[in-house]
């Protein structure tokens, strides 16, 4: 079985900085592509940032500049710098994974996790 689990959301004043986490665990044989999302209620998850298994970043328009994806494929974990926060920021931010489960398999699945609160204060 395998989990995603976030860490490092909460409150920040505008112009602050948060870093969130988050970490593969399970029986896997690798990870692809994995990425950040946000979602505010009543509204659609938005992608906030994806970064390949070699280290190739995108954004999205309304984070560049802010926000830096990155990861540690040893540890298996994803990590995602927040800085210059602005208020429209605010929104639950879920990380996701495309997990090959093992060498023969040539497809992938996606597992998500389960969603940390991020909030900013003006």
């Known amino acids: 079985q395998v989990e995603l689990v976030e860490s490092g959301g909460g409150l920040a004043q505008a112009g602050g900085s948060l870093r969130l986490s988050c970490a593969a665990s399970?029986?896997?044989?690798?990870?692809?592509?994995m990425g950040w999302y946000r979602q505010i209620p009543g509204e659609q998850r938005e992608l906030v940032a994806g970064?390949?298994?070699?280290?190739?970043?995108d954004y999205a328009d309304s984070v560049k500049g802010r926000f830096a994806i990155s990861r540690d494929n040893a540890q298996n974990t994803v990590f995602l710098q927040m800085d210059k926060l602005k208020p429209e920021d605010t929104a639950v931010y879920f990380c996701n994974a495309d997990i090959r489960s093992h060498w023969s398999s040539s497809s992938a699945i996606t597992y998500w996790g389960q969603g940390t609160q991020v909030t900013v204060s003006s």
């Open positions: 970064i390949s298994r070699s280290g190739s970043a």
């Open positions: 399970g029986s896997f044989f690798r990870i692809n592509d």
